[in-house]
């Protein structure tokens, strides 16, 4: 095989069926196609992601997905040298139709396939798009995950904190379920944020209170549902002001659980790391990472603590096959040569550290 690898990646592993390619030589990666199908007309009659569902609509559509992708990319079957799938974490149903996928074709070509830890895929990708160095913080925020990772090399990562129960964007999606807002709910909260008053409502900032990273968003929910409920019952139902408000204090309390963990991470990596000035950088990614809000504070934070601030443009920040891919490429370089691709719905990027505790509705916390 020579230098210049161009891979296919297969992800399957939530809501999004994706399919992607990318030529990659070391001093130059192109992505030569990028298409995501989405489920969410599929999931937005049930508010959130329906299991079965998702793994059906995966099995039907994972084929279709690499065609459309080949054909993006101007190539044939036989250009691909190897070829990227999510094994795990993520809803087993999903992981296995993207997997028997890419055995398959694996098996036709002839070619290697390599299994990729999902969250590997969201943490390496500020070096796709940026060609980021290591080590780097990474804060992964979606609706499946909530991270904060220490990237210190490719294959290398220490989880510094992550979310004891729900993961942000499904405190997004439920809080714009109960407001009978639209699926998925971040962009919708985000859209009637923008008009509200964030001090309305005094919501709780969970676990600030705790000198670690670690986050909580399933409290903040439940009390935000409480000053809806309460409003209900004093006027009967909810205006379109008191809608924008609910939003814009859940999205102040939100982004500043985040950011301020984020904080207390980037203080670790100064003060116990001893990361230099010129050597501090923090990236950020996960479809969470959409939110102006969010994204603002944490550029602002970072700014004043001397750290650069990396944030991948939308399409790769949410999940996406050339993540997958790109992954895989830096695995091969690294020498990693594993043949055995196993479906695993729990999978730590940081196998030595403990589980976070809870479930929630998108399987087990990684
Ligand atoms: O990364 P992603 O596409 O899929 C996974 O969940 O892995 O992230 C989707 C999540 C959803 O929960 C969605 O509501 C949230 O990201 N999201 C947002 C915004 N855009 C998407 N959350 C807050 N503000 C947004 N603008
Ligand atoms: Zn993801």
């Not at 969970?206 to 929910?221: A, E, I, T, V």
Request: aromatic share 4%; hydrophobic share 40%; with cysteine.
């Amino acid at each position: 095989m020579t230098e210049t690898l161009t891979v296919l990646g297969v992800e399957s592993s939530c809501d999004d069926t994706a399919a992607a390619v990318i030529r990659s030589n070391p001093g130059q990666t192109d992505i030569l196609a990028n298409v995501v199908e989405g489920q969410s007309t599929l999931h937005a009659p049930f508010g959130g992601v329906v299991p079965e569902i998702a793994a059906r609509a995966h099995a039907e559509r994972a084929d279709l997905c690499v065609e459309t992708a080949l054909v993006a990319a101007n190539i044939g079957l036989e250009e691909i040298d190897l070829i990227a799938v999510t094994s795990g974490p993520g809803l087993i149903g999903g992981v296995l139709s993207g997997v028997m996928c890419a055995e398959g074709i694996a098996a036709g070509l002839s070619i290697p396939l390599m299994g990729v830890n999902h969250l590997e895929g969201h943490a390496l990708t500020p070096r796709l798009t940026d060609d980021l160095a290591t080590p780097y913080l990474l804060l992964l925020v979606s609706g499946g995950h909530c991270q904060i990772i220490e990237v210190i090399a490719p294959g290398s990562y220490r989880r510094i904190g992550g979310s004891i129960d729900d993961a942000p964007g499904e405190a997004f999606d439920k809080i714009a379920k109960h407001l009978g807002l639209g699926y998925p709910g971040g962009p919708e909260v985000e859209r009637e944020a923008a008009n509200g008053d964030p001090l309305r409502f005094k919501l709780p900032r969970p676990l600030l209170d705790r000198p670690d990273c670690d986050m909580s968003f399933s409290g903040l929910k439940t009390a935000v549902r409480r000053e809806c409920d309460k409003i209900v019952e004093t006027k009967g139902g909810l205006s379109q002001a008191d809608r924008a408000d609910i939003c814009a204090s859940f999205q102040a309390a939100a982004t500043e659980a985040m950011v301020e963990k984020t904080r207390r991470a980037m203080n670790l990596m100064i003060h116990d790391r001893g990361w230099p000035k010129g050597g501090r950088r923090l990236a950020v990614a996960g479809g969470v990472a959409a939110n102006r809000s969010i994204r603002s504070s944490l550029e602002e934070t970072a700014n004043e603590l001397g750290f650069s601030f990396t944030a991948p443009p939308l399409k790769l920040c949410t999940d996406n096959a050339a993540m997958i891919a790109w992954a895989a490429i830096e695995r091969w370089r690294l020498g990693d040569r594993n043949p055995k691709v196993m479906a695993r719905p729990r999978w730590p990027l940081d196998e030595l550290a403990p589980p976070m505790l809870g479930g929630g509705k998108k399987g087990p916390r990684a």
